[in-house]
């Protein structure tokens, strides 16, 4: 078995659309709604999948892949599951599909300035800041802090990178 079935993680379907914009809901001020993921799961770019735990959906993740890129679009977890490692988890499998799907090694996300635990995951993924959208985030005007990681290779392959915060 692979990296994904190992962690019980699947594509997300149509029907998973409810939970996921729940899981948005209850992690994030700006939360796509059920509608918008439903779109996501018939996108021909876009990748999304969810973590199963005790019959619920503990956590999801998704991208985008195009031009040879691909970017991160969200991943989240629900609140009675985080501080478990599947963040990470979620991450790496977005990684490693991008990497067995379609041969993609470089990868980018937004993320507020004031999202510290999400930047240090993402730092330990090899992720590095190299640039900002200014007043990205219409809830509050806040700044998006853009990573790339160039090449995800090691951290599909359970690399950990040090933080400095």
Do not use: C
């Not at 659309?17 to 948005?24: F, L, Q």
């Not at 930047?119 to 640039?131: A, H, I, Q």
């Not at 959208?133 to 090449?151: K, L, P, Q, S, T």
């Amino acid at each position: 078995m692979g990296f994904l079935e190992d962690n019980g993680i699947r594509r997300m379907r149509l029907e998973d659309a409810e939970e996921a914009a729940e899981i948005d809901r209850l992690s994030f001020a700006l939360p796509w709604s059920a509608g918008s993921y439903a779109q996501e799961t018939k996108n021909p770019v876009a990748w999304y999948y969810v973590l199963e735990r005790d019959g619920l959906i503990a956590a999801m993740s998704g991208m985008w892949l195009i031009l040879g890129e691909g970017q991160i679009t969200t991943i989240a977890v629900r609140p009675e599951y985080r501080r478990q490692g599947l963040g990470r988890i979620m991450l790496r499998a977005m990684l490693t599909v991008a990497y067995e799907e379609l041969n993609v090694t470089e990868m980018s996300l937004e993320v507020r300035p004031s999202n510290m635990p999400a930047r240090n995951l993402y730092r330990s993924m090899g992720f590095v800041e190299e640039g900002r959208r200014r007043r990205y985030y219409e809830d509050n005007g806040e700044d998006a802090i853009i990573m790339w990681n160039h090449d995800t290779l090691p951290a599909i392959n359970g690399e950990l990178y040090p933080t400095t915060d």
